[in-house]
C-alpha cells in the first residue's frame, strides 16, 4: 500500500509541475479550499490532504481588509512556525498574500482548527537559502516553479505572536 501511496504523490507532484495546472490551480484550489474550510468549522483543508496546510489571515496592503487564503506550508519543528511559500504555482507575478504580509506582517493563520495568532518575516540570504533547501525535499515542484519565473519566490517564516 506504501507504494501506490508513494506513486500517487508523485503522480500529483508531476501534475501540479505542469504549465496547465499553473493556469487553473489558483482559481480552483483555493475556493475548494475556503468552501470546505468554512463548511467545516476550520477543521479539514482539502488541499492539506497532500500538504500540511493553512488559512492565513492577512490585512489587505490596499484596502485594509482581512483576506483568507489557503496555502500549503512546511511546519518547522516543534510547531514553533510555519514557512510560507509564495510559489503561485509558478506563474509570473508574487502572490497578493505575500504583498499583504510585507505591508502588515501581524496575520493570523487557521491551523488544524486553531486560530493563531502570527507574525511573519521575509527570508533573505542565509536563511532563505536554507528554508529553499527544506523545502526542495519537502516539495519537489517547487523547483520547477521557480525555474518558469524570473522573479525570486517569496518564503516567510510566520511564527506565533
Given at each position: 500500500?506504501?507504494?501506490?501511496?508513494?506513486?500517487?504523490?508523485?503522480?500529483?507532484?508531476?501534475?501540479?509541475?505542469?504549465?496547465?495546472?499553473?493556469?487553473?490551480?489558483?482559481?480552483?484550489?483555493?475556493a475548494?479550499d475556503?468552501?470546505v474550510?468554512?463548511?467545516?468549522?476550520?477543521?479539514?483543508?482539502?488541499?492539506?490532504?497532500?500538504?500540511p496546510g493553512?488559512?492565513?489571515?492577512?490585512?489587505?496592503?490596499?484596502?485594509?481588509?482581512p483576506?483568507?487564503?489557503?496555502?500549503?506550508?512546511?511546519?518547522?519543528?516543534?510547531?514553533?512556525?510555519?514557512?510560507?511559500?509564495g510559489?503561485?504555482?509558478?506563474?509570473?507575478?508574487?502572490?497578493?498574500?505575500?504583498?499583504?504580509?510585507?505591508?502588515?506582517?501581524?496575520?493570523?493563520?487557521?491551523w488544524?482548527?486553531?486560530?493563531?495568532?502570527?507574525?511573519?518575516?521575509?527570508?533573505?540570504?542565509?536563511?532563505?537559502?536554507?528554508?529553499?533547501?527544506?523545502?526542495?525535499?519537502?516539495?519537489?515542484?517547487?523547483?520547477?516553479?521557480q525555474?518558469?519565473?524570473?522573479?525570486?519566490?517569496?518564503?516567510?517564516?510566520?511564527?506565533?505572536?
Open positions: 500500500m506504501a507504494g501506490f501511496a508513494g506513486f500517487g504523490v508523485r503522480l500529483v507532484q508531476k501534475v501540479s509541475s505542469t504549465r496547465g495546472f499553473a493556469k487553473v490551480a489558483p482559481h480552483v484550489v483555493p475548494l475556503r468552501a474550510h468554512r463548511i467545516t468549522r476550520g477543521k479539514v483543508l482539502l488541499s492539506a490532504q497532500l500538504l493553512v488559512v492565513l489571515t492577512t490585512t489587505g496592503a490596499r484596502s485594509g481588509l483576506r483568507r487564503t489557503p496555502l500549503a506550508c512546511m511546519p518547522e519543528e516543534g510547531g514553533r512556525g510555519w514557512i510560507l511559500v510559489s503561485n504555482f509558478g506563474r509570473t507575478d508574487h502572490p497578493a498574500w505575500t504583498h499583504n504580509l510585507l505591508a502588515h506582517p501581524d496575520a493570523t493563520v487557521s488544524k482548527g486553531e486560530d493563531i495568532p502570527v507574525t511573519a518575516t521575509l527570508l533573505a540570504g542565509e536563511e532563505r537559502a536554507a528554508a529553499w533547501k527544506a523545502l526542495l525535499v519537502f516539495w519537489p515542484p517547487y523547483a520547477t516553479y525555474a518558469r519565473v524570473e522573479r525570486e519566490i517569496r518564503i516567510f517564516r510566520i511564527v506565533r505572536r
